[in-house]
């Protein structure tokens, strides 16, 4: 069960990448944070689709190793366009410094810091 929505996972990243290209990377490209809201923006945007279904793509997005590194290091969010939607809160960045030293080690708290 769990390759099957890998599987629909991946699916659904590579159409949103197509339909969203300045804000959906493939798995192994860098990304950029997401808007705080944007699950309501694409359930808008795309009303047929379930809801579990994108609540898991994001779920799985956002909570790669990368994306909680540019969290970490307040990179600015952008919206289903690829535009500027606010910062990184200072709540957020320290969640993603201690979800990264959890992860790896204390060693990456201090380089995630810088």
């Known amino acids: 069960m769990a390759d099957i929505r890998r599987q629909q996972n991946r699916d659904l990243l590579k159409i949103f990448c197509k339909i969203y290209p300045l804000t959906f990377f493939p798995w192994a490209m860098p990304k950029r944070p997401l808007k ?33 590194r540019l969290i970490a290091q307040k990179v600015p969010r952008i919206d289903l366009n690829g535009d500027f939607a606010g910062n990184v809160s200072d709540d957020e960045q320290e969640q993603a410094i201690s979800d990264l030293a959890r992860r790896s080690g204390t060693s990456l708290l201090q380089e995630a810091a810088e």
Do not use: C, Q
Not at 41 to 49: C, E, K, R, S, T
């Open 36 to 68: 705080v809201g944007i699950f309501e923006d694409l359930v808008a945007a795309h009303p047929a689709l379930s809801k579990t279904r994108l609540k898991r793509l994001l779920r799985d997005y956002t909570s790669t190793y990368r994306y909680i």
